[in-house]
């Protein structure tokens, strides 16, 4: 893997972070992760989760109780 600057995940959109996220498990799957590896995956998972917060709370706020 190259470019691991954590600095970079906030430019990448998330069908990237989805990416190289897969990438990571892959490579896991067949040998250990750098310290430095490890330290980028975690931050695109906190990429990730973070739009996937963002995108649940955009819903909620559309969401309308109404009273029968």
Avoid: C, H, P
């Amino acid at each position: 893997m190259n470019n691991l600057d954590v600095n970079n995940i906030k430019n990448m959109t998330i069908e990237e972070v989805t990416e190289k996220i897969n990438e990571f498990s892959a490579l896991k799957k067949e040998r250990e992760l750098t310290e430095e590896e490890i330290i980028f995956r975690d931050g695109l998972r906190r990429r990730y989760l973070d739009n996937v917060k963002k995108n649940l709370r955009a819903q909620l706020e559309q969401v309308e109780i109404k009273k029968d």
